[in-house]
């Protein structure tokens, strides 16, 4: 918790290392400040480690700040990328209770930090009490002496075009006057206002007057760290496929030409990411056989997390899929089509892997000197040995670990999806992140940790970009509303960003098993729309593959994982188109690339949900409602109740809702309005709000 | 936010000053420790900031621990006095969410320090691991030989009682066995357990096994700073009265001996805290008159906050009210009763203040080199000078407050009730309290800060053992809900004690002015059983003084602050029977006196209101259900379901609440209750719960 230097003897800086925000030369009254700055927003453990932002995004920056007595306050934020030695000044307005906020545009990639700098604005308090006073009908001329003398002093540092507003200003407040005189010359002109008493209340001349040193008794807040990351990081559209069943041909094992051969589908559909499950050779001994069987046949593929064989292991490609040559033109020609190539990092081993017999001390070795295999009793993974990261060899197998991340990023790989980082340690993946980062800002980590909450909020408190989520697992309103407000509405916000993916290789629900193209609709809708980020498992998904391996199992029948498989992309039942056209909305509207402004809107039925979405800029605002029915077999209706405050429309105003998904539009008036969605046809609405005033009206950011 | 020092390159133990914990000697891997620990409670500001507990309390500690991967957690708090050297364990248990817990008893006054330890479970994790395997049918024979290994370890360093046992475990281990194979001998009886697979599950063998070295990678808390307060911090009755209205003749001044006459009265009512407004020689300057009056009329005594006088200023007695014996006398004769004489701590001074002339560098000059009046625009308090704290010369100003404060302290003061402390710095105060607390720990301060919530938080963060609060103003059912989880189910009530008053000499609400006898009995219960501490301003409150000053103001007619009044404590109307039996129930019912388990519970009607209080001990449980008509007007009648686990009532058995007010008893069974209250007789119910069961049955604190 930051809170301000105001204890007696404390220095009132707050920075201790890189460059000091300039330094305060007004006189102060001694070691000690009256401001108090508390629970500054964004922060995370004290602001030690970064929470997490975007280049191209405007950051709320928040805080509690007062100060005994009735005195107003001055409170900015100063901001710089770390490795800019200049500060940049936002001033913060005060909202309720005490809290004060601005905005600060963040534009270079890589780390920044900020600090909050409150003082006792002596001038606006002065102004304040006099027009106070002047209004209660008391005798104000001692009053106008005292601000004669501040004005005063403040010219002393003005500079000359300056100089002529402050004089005209003191001769003002010089001789007995009303606070209600008019005004004219330089300073109306400059303080565009026709009455000392406006002139006196310009956000302007406030400004002026502080940076003059008029205002005092300077608190600054402990300095709080934040990290930019691209915008993909924040904004991205995943597609995960197992290249060796991109074959359009049945029987050949699929390679890199072919995954090539599908990136226009991929790119048609509108995603930006392509996620490739291990490519690197795989282990045949205790090869699992198809649907996970313990013992292969003869032919079977086996899994491809069963990293390592003969021909190497995690700098390895299996010969089936290609060469490196053939990966490089892999990677070239997806970043052609704006497509990033994300590989799987899965840290463990086949027992074939070559780190096994080269490296037997970064195994842990039971008494009859087996290593034991993976394992979570009472599931074993026969054909996978997980790695000991505590043994006294420790340093050489990080370092082996951070050299394969390193050999991938020399090969073009920019995005990660990590296997079960929760099975290894924090200390591992922050060091790891850490190192990367500092000379590859730009790579995305994904966490596929699906364990308990405060596990998978450490890994994305220590570095990890992106995370997946329960997602999967919440169906109903309530399941839904809940999950997003600790996603989007808690501390957690500022440091985990969701990927919400409707099923995973390893997840497919019974809602998936069991709603037909009503769920993969629904879900898909929910996903895309509800996170910023999500991904599908394709091209099982758009093709509706919804059948179990056996009852109450989440595995797939004919797994990909344990074999090759084909894939009709001309069924007439795809999704690939609904796919593209609502991830063309995504990227249509802004409101849709964020998601801290989520808010959910009343319906009078529990099988319809409905949320907002709005982005503010100066440019005008993009608000985004989004209707889902959550019953994939019935049509549903109801009477929803917007919040129009949270959809920018002001009461009593009419306003156009347009349905991208339908290209229909609706005259909407007031809150409550009548919907009706059947999963049959499309069991989603989202509506774009027109007519809506702009931000000016609205007091969105400045 | 406290985290555990997990990061490559830092020291485990997070003890930087004062005694450290006991250093781990056991081998770990490297610099870095697997578990996590965060979300430490209580703590304030990162845990630099004390939070507060008292003399007697269980204190309750908290903390989020989790590691990477499966393996079991140790978890414990380390606690000591911080004038003590040694540390004393504390075993964690595990809760929900990767939550643990458990109490500490607090025993010594004054400062103490906290933190939390966790280390990977090798023992647990193996008897986990094992279990499972073999329920699960595997092959365990490598498994018990490495339990075999762990256990010969733990031996090297076990003492000789625990060596028998440990032998025997390890000669069951060192042959192939089942879990389920009966033990006896010394394993069996140190463990109670028939089974070998019990003796492994008992948490005196994995306590044992943890203390013999098996454990590892341990992480520490940063520490967590607690204040103890004497017990009348936590839970305290205050009465509130003007000595100079303390005469029983009609027309003349009261003195202290008149107030030594009325403490028989005081104390069978209950009340162990007396408040004095301030008792200093009261200035002539600008005097206010009759309720409130610009010009006084001669006879006027003025306001007693218009502190100094020619007699003196803040360390000398008004003349009429007596000499420095006689307050001694009274201060005894109080401490013989259980009751603390507290004074008010105004620092302000009337234009006639000694310091006004000697030290006319503590106040700001204007201009005209007059002295600006205590003032909130357009409000004046023209018989009031502010002190400056900010004057260069405040070292000296702070030092003479602190001296006013150890003067009264000499004269045998040990409360007090700090008057607006929101209007000077709080780096003052936390000096000021900081200051007399090295040297009097059991002194307590009142805050009487109406203002914003975050001001009045920060007043209760530095060092103010209790505040006044917004209770007076919170009148509705959902108000007075909300507010209560405000400072009882958020971070706030780590720090922050409220103190509840119906009415004071500054505010008589509305509701007390027009909601007659019900409204000060309704009033009344509620103050005294949703907050452990809580005060009446006497005796105007127990003779239902009601009459405002005009319509619309919260002054009192002929109010106190501005004259001499006598009372007629007779009165048949009199409240002071039924203020000392709630009193005698507060004394009675430990469940009253803390304010942490509060839990409200539904009423079909919105004007009543129900909540219940429990104290969990070892020796049993106290369970007080509180219902209050907020009707002061009509009988109000409903349903409450009551949340029975709250109770302490198990599902499905009956049990006796006894209405402690009444003493009826009524036979409940299940959650649904039905109760009706009538203004006209006593508008609430005070309800213990009987015949519920121990703690041994309910999981309370071990």
Redesign the interface.
């Known amino acids: 918790?930051a809170?301000s230097q105001?204890?007696?003897g404390r220095g009132a800086s707050g920075e201790a290392e890189g460059g000091q925000p300039e330094a305060s030369d007004r006189a102060r009254?001694?070691e000690?400040?009256?401001p108090?700055i508390?629970h500054v927003t964004p922060r995370v453990?004290?602001g030690?480690r970064p929470a997490k932002t975007s280049v191209g995004e405007l950051l709320r920056v928040e805080a509690?700040v007062?100060?005994?007595?009735?005195d107003e306050l001055w409170c900015e934020v100063r901001h710089r990328p770390d490795r800019s030695r200049a500060w940049t000044r936002h001033p913060m307005r005060l909202g309720l209770?005490?809290r004060w906020s601005c905005v600060v545009p963040i534009e270079a990639e890589g780390p920044h930090r900020f600090l909050v700098r409150a003082l006792v604005d002596v001038f606006g308090t002065w102004v304040?009490?006099l027009l106070?006073?002047s209004?209660?009908g008391?005798d104000v001329r001692?009053d106008l002496?005292?601000g004669a003398?501040l004005v005063t002093r403040a010219l002393a540092q003005a500079k000359s075009t300056e100089r002529v507003v402050l004089e005209a200003l003191r001769d003002h407040l010089a001789s007995p006057c009303d606070p209600d005189v008019a005004i004219g010359g330089e300073l109306g002109r400059w303080t565009n206002a026709p009455s000392l008493r406006q002139a006196l209340s310009s956000a302007r001349l406030r400004a002026l007057m502080v940076d003059l040193g008029t205002a005092r008794?300077e608190a600054v807040s402990e300095t709080v760290h934040v990290v930019a990351d691209r915008p993909k990081a924040r904004f991205s559209t995943w597609y995960e496929m197992f290249p060796r069943s991109a074959s359009p041909e049945p029987g050949r094992h699929g390679t890199f030409d072919d995954v090539i051969g599908r990136l226009d589908y991929v790119a048609r559909m509108g995603f930006d990411i392509l996620y490739l499950p291990p490519i690197h050779p795989i282990g045949r001994t205790a090869r699992k056989g198809r649907n996970g069987a313990v013992h292969s046949e003869p032919g079977d593929p086996g899994s491809p997390w069963a990293i390592g064989g003969p021909e190497g292991g995690h700098c390895a490609i299996h010969p089936e899929l290609g060469t490196f040559d053939d990966f490089g033109r892999l990677v070239r020609a997806a970043a052609d089509r704006g497509i990033d190539v994300a590989l799987d990092l899965a840290f463990q081993a086949s027992p074939d892997h070559p780190w096994v017999t080269e490296h037997p001390e970064w195994f842990a070795h039971?008494?009859?000197g087996?290593i034991k295999c993976a394992?979570?009793?009472?599931k074993r993974y026969e054909d996978i040995f997980p790695l000991d990261f505590?043994?006294?060899e420790?340093?050489a197998l990080w370092s082996e670990l951070l050299g394969v991340v390193l050999f991938w990023i020399d090969h073009g790989v920019t995005v990660f999806r990590v296997d079960n980082p929760?099975?290894?340690?924090?200390?591992f993946w922050?060091?790891l992140l850490g190192e990367v980062r500092r000379t590859h800002p730009h790579v995305i980590f994904l966490s596929e940790a699906f364990t308990?909450?405060?596990?998978m909020e450490?890994l994305a408190k220590i570095g990890f970009t992106q995370s997946y989520t329960y997602f999967t697992w919440r169906t109903t309103k309530w399941e839904l509303e809940t999950y997003m407000h600790e996603l989007t509405g808690t501390d957690v916000a500022a440091y985990f960003r969701p990927n919400f993916w409707p099923t995973t290789p390893d997840i497919l629900t019974s809602e998936m098993q069991e709603g037909g193209r009503g769920a993969f609709l629904s879900r898909f809708v929910l996903a895309a729309t509800l996170s910023a980020s999500y991904g599908i498992y394709g091209p099982a998904f758009e093709l509706q593959e919804h059948v179990a391996r056996e009852l109450g199992s989440e595995e797939f029948q004919a797994s990909e994982k344990y074999e090759v498989r084909v894939w009709d992309l001309e069924d007439p039942r795809s999704l690939s188109g609904f796919i593209g056209q609502v991830n063309r909305i995504r990227h249509e509207h802004a409101a849709l690339q964020f998601n801290d402004s989520l808010c959910f809107h009343a319906v009078d039925n529990e099988q319809i949900i409905a949320y907002s979405k709005a982005h503010r800029t100066p440019a005008g605002s993009d608000v985004i409602v989004v209707v889902v029915n959550l019953d994939h077999h019935n049509a549903q209706s109801g009477w929803i109740s917007l919040d129009l405050d949270a959809l920018d429309v002001a009461p009593g105003t009419p306003y156009v809702v347009h349905d991208l998904l339908t290209d229909a539009r609706y005259s909407w008036d007031g809150p409550h309005n009548f919907v009706k969605l059947d999963p049959a046809v499309v069991p989603a609405h989202i509506f774009s709000v027109e007519s809506t005033p702009g931000p000016a009206d609205r007091g969105g950011p400045p």
């Open positions: 918790m809170t105001t204890v007696l009254p001694g000690w400040a009256r108090v508390e453990d004290g030690l509690d007062f100060a005994d007595g009735h209770n005490d304040h009490d106070a006073r209004d209660a008391l001692v002496e005292v003398v008794s039971r008494p009859d087996s394992e979570n009793p009472p505590e043994s006294t420790w340093r929760h099975t290894k340690p924090f200390a922050e060091w308990r909450p405060r596990i450490e």
